[in-house]
Structures are given as C-alpha cells and as structure tokens.
C-alpha cells in the first residue's frame, strides 16, 4: 500500500522539526487558513481521524470574546490554551505528518511562552455548564442562544449546541478627526461642533470638534460625552464627560461603577473579585480611561494626546442597530454628511491644499514659544513620513492619516495619536482579518523573508492540486 500523505510531493518534510521552527510564521498563517477552509486540511490530512480542526475550532470558540481590556483575560486565556493543547496530545497519533497540527502545536508553544502560562493547572471545559447572569451580555446571550436552540432542535445530533458567538461591531475615531466606521469605511470628515457617533436605545456618544488651526477646515476632538441608558435590574443611567485636560476616572456623579457586584473575575494574579455591570478603569491618570459596560457588552477607549481626544469603541451588532428613525445620524453608523467629508472616497493625498485646506506654516514664535503639547513644527512630506515610520511600521490608513495630520496642523503629538488608534483598533476589532486598511493606490506590501516566499508558494502549489 502507498504511504498516506500530503498530495505535494516532499511536504512531509516541512513538518520535521527543524523545518517548522524555521517557517513558523507562516505555518501559523497555515493553521488560520485551516480554521475557514477545511478542504485545505483535507490535503494535508494523514489519517482520516485527525481531529487538529475540531482542537481549533473549540479554542477559537473559548478566546473570541475574550479582550485583554477585560479583567481575567490573562487566566483565561492560559486556560483556554492548555485545554487547546490537551486536545492536540489527543489527536497526535492520527495527525502524525500532518502539517497544520505541527503548525498548531508550535503556535500554542509560541502562545503560551509570550503569555507566561504554565503547562500545569486549570483548563477551560470546552462544554461548560452556563450559568444565567441577566447583567453580563456574554452569559445572557449564551442562555438564550441555548434555551432557543433547545426547544427548537430535537435532533439527537447536538453539535450545533456549542458557545454562542455575538456579533461585535467596531467604531473609532480620532486625529483630524479620521472616522472608522462600523462597517470598515475609512473617512476624513471636517464636522466642526458637536455631532453623535452612537445614539441607539442603549448608549449614546456624542464628540464635540474644534478647529485645529485658525484659516483650516480640519477639525480635531476636544470633548466626549458618553450616555449609558438605564438597563432594568442592572444599571441607572450614568453620565461619562471627557474634555481636554480633563479625562476623569469617574462619572458626572463621581462614581466609579453602577449596579451590584455581579460575578467573579479572575484577575492577572489569579485570584477572584466581584464585577458590577458598569464600571471604569483608569489605565493612565489623565490619558487613558477605559469604560466597560458588561451589561450589554460594550468596551470604550477615551484617550488625550497633546489637546486632543481619541475614542475607540466595540459594541455588539444587536445593540448598535436598536434605533429609530429619529436617530439615524450616526457617524459610527452610516460616516459623515458628503458635505462634511475632507477625503476623497477613503484617499488622503498628501497634499491638503488639494482639498481646499491649507498647510500650517507656524512662524518662528510658535515654534520656539514652549508649551506642554509640544508646539508646532514645520514639516515636509518627507519629514512627516519618516516621523510617523518612527511609530507606525506598516504603511496602512494610520500612517497615511499621520502624515496628512502633520501636513495639515503641524501638531507632533498626532503621530502618538494614530499610532493609539491603531493599538486601540487591534485591542477591540473583533475580526483580525480586517484590521488593515490601505487608501487606493497607496497600499504597502509587506516584506517577506525568501523562505517564507517559497513556504507560500508550497503551499499555494498544494492548493492549486486539491482544486485541479
């Protein structure tokens, strides 16, 4: 009988050790690919009983809302990876030879040392028993997903009874200002004064922008009003105001969180405190707040930087479209008035004047004038360019909006500014796949090793003999 194995010829040897640690990163690209199309795995696949997708499958479904912003992610994460690692020594005998369980195996290895997890202690159950909290939006979503699935599937085949997953949508804003929209629409906008990003019948945000620089029509955040509407048995309403050189830790009323404690979080150091419903925690004094809404599943990001405000926000999909005609001007929702857009369909040239704005020539006091938000600079195309390099690696929508921001204001600080709305991007966007985002015609592709060129055109070549 012929030997079972990968249908590219001399695969099999990409998966001896030496090989996988040398084109780890793209065996992990690997096993993401495996996670949305089966028939690769086919290929690779040894043995029929191989089981490396179900292993992923459950540890996805452990970690997807799961977001280091929230207490206890640590813990349960570690959990979550051990139980993922457990699973692979159960599979290892029918996946001997299989390149995407190697790839696996070498991920949860990478995973668990950047994370610090020990081999030894807890796992997650990849079949927990779920416990009904009314004020935590995962655990409500859970029972009524189960509860409905219950009574209407009598099938004895249950393999659609696993975590329910919601839908998390994706909103941030800032710089001059620049607007990521739920749906991924990237804009520039101009909206000077006070206009809602959110206002649904669960929460409403509200920015307020002034000009940056006297004769420009950019604009840029100088205050944040965030509404948490009261949600029956867990929260009153509580009122969040951040204006600049004023991002306090508490709300209007001074408190730090609302409703009874709720459920117990793990913390960093692995022991159990009670979470209420609505709290917030300060992360930087007078720079970084975060608001946390477990009730309904909302996490908000309110930075400063220089004079300026940044707000970043993941919201569930249910809740952002709980609204009424009456309050369809959403900026999150639908982006800016045509009339208020400064870009042109998503492209930011690196020429303001094109769009009728003009450059900031600061003169030579407010260049040498000391002030606590650094002042104002001169830059070129080529000076703005290498600033935010210095901060922003790839050369995605961020670093084109910090080099339009430097052109347009001559404000230094908007480099960190980006570069936070972008960190604060991958904290909260819930699908990794669509983090980056390139203005037409100015997309930078990465660079890769030749080893990992010629491991993609392995890969592809396996590809290309599966479909023909």
Not at 34 to 54: E, H, L, N, S, T
Not at 276 to 301: D, F, M, N, Q
Not at 395 to 419: E, K, P, R
Request: hydrophobic residues 35%.
């Amino acid at each position: 009988m012929g030997r079972a194995g990968c249908c590219y010829r001399g695969a099999e040897r990409l998966a001896s050790p030496s090989s996988v640690r040398r084109f780890r990163p793209v065996l992990l690209l690997v096993t993401a690919l495996a996670w949305v199309a089966p028939q690769i795995g086919q290929c690779q696949v040894a043995i029929p009983q191989c089981r490396i997708q179900k292993c992923t499958t459950d540890f996805v479904s452990l970690t997807s809302h799961l977001t280091p912003a929230v207490d206890g992610f640590h813990v349960e994460f570690c959990k979550a990876l051990r139980a993922y690692s457990a699973c692979t020594q159960r599979t290892a005998k029918s996946c001997r030879g299989n390149l995407v369980y190697h790839s696996a195996v070498l991920g949860i290895s990478d995973l668990m040392s950047q994370r610090n997890c020990s081999k030894d202690g807890p796992t997650s159950s990849t079949h927990p028993e779920t416990h009904h909290e009314p004020c935590n939006y995962h655990s409500r979503s859970q029972h009524a997903h189960t509860h409905s699935h219950t009574h209407t599937h009598t099938h004895p085949h249950g393999h659609n009874q696993g975590h329910f997953q919601p839908v998390y949508l994706f909103c941030g804003l800032f710089g001059d200002p620049h607007l990521r929209t739920f749906k991924d629409n990237f804009q520039t906008c101009k909206v000077e004064g006070a206009w809602p990003l959110i206002d649904n019948d669960y929460l409403s945000v509200q920015v307020t922008n002034v000009p940056v620089v006297t004769g420009s029509s950019a604009t840029a955040t100088n205050k944040i009003t965030i509404i948490f509407k009261p949600f029956e048995g867990c929260t009153d309403q509580r009122v969040y105001q951040a204006v600049t050189d004023n991002l306090p830790a508490a709300f209007d009323d001074g408190t730090v969180s609302s409703g009874d404690p709720l459920h117990s979080s793990a913390t960093a150091e692995g022991s159990l405190r009670k979470v209420r419903a609505l709290w917030i925690s300060e992360r930087s004094p007078g720079r970084h707040v975060e608001l946390h809404a477990g009730y309904i599943g909302v996490t908000v990001i309110v930075r400063q930087t220089g004079r300026y405000l940044t707000l970043a926000i993941r919201i569930p999909e249910e809740f952002a479209q709980a609204y009424d005609a009456s309050q369809d001007l959403q900026l999150c929702l639908n982006g800016c008035p045509n009339s208020e857009r400064i870009d042109q369909g998503g492209y930011l040239p690196l020429f303001p004047p094109a769009l009728g704005l003009q450059l900031h020539r600061p003169g030579y006091s407010s260049l040498t004038q000391a002030s606590p938000y650094s002042g104002s600079q001169l830059f070129s195309v080529d000076r703005a360019k290498d600033r935010c390099k210095e901060q922003l690696e790839v050369h995605d929508i961020y670093f084109h909006s910090c080099v339009f921001d430097l052109l347009t204001t001559g404000d230094a600080n908007f480099t960190v500014a980006a570069y936070s709305a972008q960190k604060d991007m991958e904290s909260l966007h819930p699908h990794q796949d669509r983090w980056r985002i390139y203005p037409r015609g100015a997309a930078s592709l990465p660079t890769y090793s030749h080893q990992t060129i010629s491991l993609c055109l392995l890969v592809l070549c396996a590809l290309s003999t599966v479909l023909v």
